[in-house]
């Protein structure tokens, strides 16, 4: 395969199969798409965690143009989201633009050339017009700094890299973070461990789960034209409805704190147990999580809850902040993913020799999430600012997929050869941004997320609706844009 492709495509997750099948649409064939693993599939092949599944509803957590009637339950499994995107490649014939074992590693703009140099780690270098990158924000392990750590005699290992090895039966095991993945996985460790210790160190708000298996009848009525469409969009507005509390005023949240809180007193009768549940900041400025199991193990006999802190990990145990030592024999990390600075670790190399680290020196920033001043023609899918606290982002991918359509069309129309935002129309979008999301939830709401960089700025998640990001990203502005010819 050619290693001058027109465009390449950067990572095999929704963002990368979705922007390769609407290129293909739009008539665009010559393009790769450079996955560093064996396999496609982003987040959905890394995370095999047991109970690993999608806490958005899987009619609206898919794509708009591929809708599936027959998913199993509302909030499919993992390995079914994996079986639905390797579908999509297939019904597509994405397979030809696939090179796997390719792990980018840098980008460099050639500006007499007015095209990119794409390096991967196996030393080969691709030549290119337009870079799209679908690496996602959460795939780089975050590990704490715990003293000790690399001590640990037993297996240890993260979330995201689950080594399915090791049988967890009548064993000691910790579980380290309490987010979105370990509420998934601490129940299904429940059932099977000796002993279960879970080290929380701040509680999350979690509401009820309203997932259920779709019956095979229930399957069959989303098979009449209409109903899975029908049923995506009430999904959609419902999910949207969640959008008040986050985009207007963080006090609309007091709903969805009293229904998390109802949850908590249903499940959690013992009142020292469900103190130590109980958050002290606004819900939402965390991630709202989705459980009917997680409290349910916690209240098991062989579960504790530790929420002193880790202040060290020995040889074969785990120290808290009050000197107690508890022997375990596997640690599981539930502590997430390196968020802004994944982003901002790589080496990207623009216009004059811009660095991408100085061009985001002061935070990591885009235009809709989607150009950065400085770097014609390299497009970010699920780029800084366009996360979610309330709905799919896969809604947010197709937005930005039509979007860098529009963008190559803008080039095709003017015959230019690239288009860099200018950097005016980036600032006015980020200080208007920033001044949005100054009063909302997650900078308002009293907790520390990854949603916010080291400065306390919010750098990943969209202040508005979704639909207010759709309309403002049908069109590109071409004044916007510095055209390069
Ligand atoms: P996370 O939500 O960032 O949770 C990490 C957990 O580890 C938190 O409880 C955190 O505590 C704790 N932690 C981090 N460093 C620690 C340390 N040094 N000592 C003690 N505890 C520490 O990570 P995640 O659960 O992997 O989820 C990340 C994101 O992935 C989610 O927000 C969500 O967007 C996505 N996700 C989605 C799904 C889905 O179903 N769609 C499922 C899983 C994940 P603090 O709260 O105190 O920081």
Redesign the pocket.
Known sequence: MSTRPGLTIIGSGFAGIGMAIKLKEAGYHDFVILEKASDLGGTWRD?TYPGC????PSHMYSFSFELNPGWSRMFSPQTEIWDYMRACVEKYGLAPHFRFGKEVVGLEYDDAARNWQVGTGDGETFTTNAIVSGIGA?HVP?Y???PGRERFRGPAFH??EWDHSVDLTGKRVAV???????I?FVPRIAERAAHLTV????P?WIQPKPDFALSPRMKRVMRLPGAARTLRNAIYWVLETRALGFTVDPRLMKVQEAVARRHLERQVPDPELRAKLTPDYTIGC??ILLSNDYYPALTRDNVDLVTDG?TEIRENSIVDATGGEIEVDVIVY????KVTDALNEQRIIGRNGLKIQEAWQNGIEAYYGITTAGFPNLFFLLGPNTGLGHNSVVFMIESQVKYVIDCLRLLSRTGARALDVRPGAQRAFNDRLQERLHALVWNEGGC???YLDEHGVNRTTWPGFTFEYWARTRRVRPEAYELIH
């Open positions: 995370n599944a999608c806490d958005v959460l975050s704490p700094q715990i979330s995201a380290i973070g309490t987010g979105a993945s370990a998934q080290f929380q160190r701040t999350p965390k991630r880790v539930g502590t997430g993913f520390r997320s990854w």
